[in-house]
């Protein structure tokens, strides 16, 4: 089994930048599919990024397209998720998960950003 541990979150005034990491143990992470998920209060959590344990293939919400970029470093066994141009909008607790096949069953314990206008 996988443990994950988020780290990197804070505040930021909008248009400022923040990087995420997503740190594993226990296994190599890059034998999962790594995805960011995020849950503002009161809302649903939503998908942000992943990346294909192939390391080439990546993914994005349509609200995080190139403002966000996710990238592993496998000997670090870390996924990192680089945020830029901050908005208000992205204030949520951000979650990383794991997955072999098609669902995420690791989850880390959450890391808050705080993007203040």
């Known amino acids: 089994q996988v443990q994950l541990v988020e780290s990197g979150g804070g505040l930021v005034q909008a248009g400022g930048s923040l990087r995420l990491s997503c740190a594993a143990s226990?296994?190599?992470?890059?034998?999962?599919?790594v995805g960011w998920f995020r849950q503002a209060p009161g809302k649903e959590r939503e998908f942000v990024a992943a990346i294909h344990r192939n390391g080439g293939t990546t993914y994005y919400a349509d609200s995080v397209k190139g403002r966000f970029a996710i990238s592993r470093d496998n000997a670090k066994n870390t996924v990192y998720l680089q945020m830029n141009s901050l908005k208000p909008e992205d204030t949520a607790l951000y979650y990383c998960?794991?997955?072999?096949?098609?669902?995420?069953?690791?989850w880390g314990q959450g890391t808050q950003v705080t993007v203040s206008s």
């Open positions: 998960a794991a997955k072999v096949l098609t669902t995420y069953d690791f």
């Open positions: 226990g296994r190599a992470l890059n034998l999962y599919t």
